[in-house]
């Protein structure tokens, strides 16, 4: 007994140790001049427009919101047969957070306050539906792709006709919106329309999915 537990407090030790000896390495290099640029390394951009520091801002919310439902999901269909389709969307929304992780570091965004809100809700949210069963988790995924796509191309159009277009914008929200489309394909495709209730459900997750939009771009 005493053993177990002197070994559960050195492994919990090693892995309290290993960022602490991560950054000191980057210290080091820091000291010492070195012109090798750590992996973690932030490149500060110029302070963005309104437009673009909403766009980042709501669209971090967002995808960490997707990202969340996504493990939620996960956590309850994950070895069943709809698992690996879940997780291969779930690696892309992954992807969508990160991307919106680095810009809203590189541009000095403020995230909106509500993160860890979004963060429960998503994952409550994604564990729940799929609690009512595969089809139901396919219903909530379509539910919230329809927002999703139909924001992102709002956005599109109101980058376009800004004065300067950022482009590394427009690729970037383009390429999420086209597999956003696709996550709401394949909800469709495995059946999300056949859900109990699917009218219902679908109708209150756009709601609740606009509400979040409307809340996270102020906020
Ligand atoms: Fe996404
Ligand atoms: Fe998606």
């Not at 999901?73 to 070895?79: F, P, S």
């Amino acid at each position: 007994m005493l053993r177990l537990s002197n070994i559960s407090n050195n492994s919990w030790r090693l892995i309290q140790c290993r960022p602490i000896l991560q950054q000191s390495k980057q210290n080091v290099a820091t000291e010492h001049g070195s012109q090798q640029m750590p992996e973690t390394t932030t490149t500060l951009r110029k302070r963005p427009t309104q437009l673009t520091d909403e766009i980042i801002r709501v669209d971090h919310a967002g995808e960490l919101g997707a990202d969340r439902i996504y493990a939620g999901q996960m956590a309850v269909l994950g070895n069943g047969p709809m698992g690996k389709t879940i997780a291969h969307m779930w690696e892309q929304e992954k992807e969508h957070r990160r991307k919106f992780e680095k810009l809203i570091q590189e541009h000095r965004v403020r995230p909106t306050v509500m993160v860890p809100i979004w963060n429960v809700a998503g994952f409550m949210l994604g564990a729940g539906t799929a609690l009512l069963g595969e089809k139901a988790a396919m219903a909530c995924t379509v539910a919230v792709e329809t927002v999703i796509v139909e924001h992102y191309n709002e956005q599109l159009r109101q980058i376009m006709a800004s004065p300067k277009p950022d482009k590394e914008l427009l690729d970037t929200i383009t390429k999420f919106r086209d597999e956003e489309q696709e996550h709401h394909d394949t909800g469709i495709d495995c059946g999300a329309e056949q859900a109990p209730f699917y009218k219902a459900i679908t109708e209150v997750i756009k709601i609740g999915c606009k509400t979040a939009i409307a809340i996270s771009k102020r906020i």
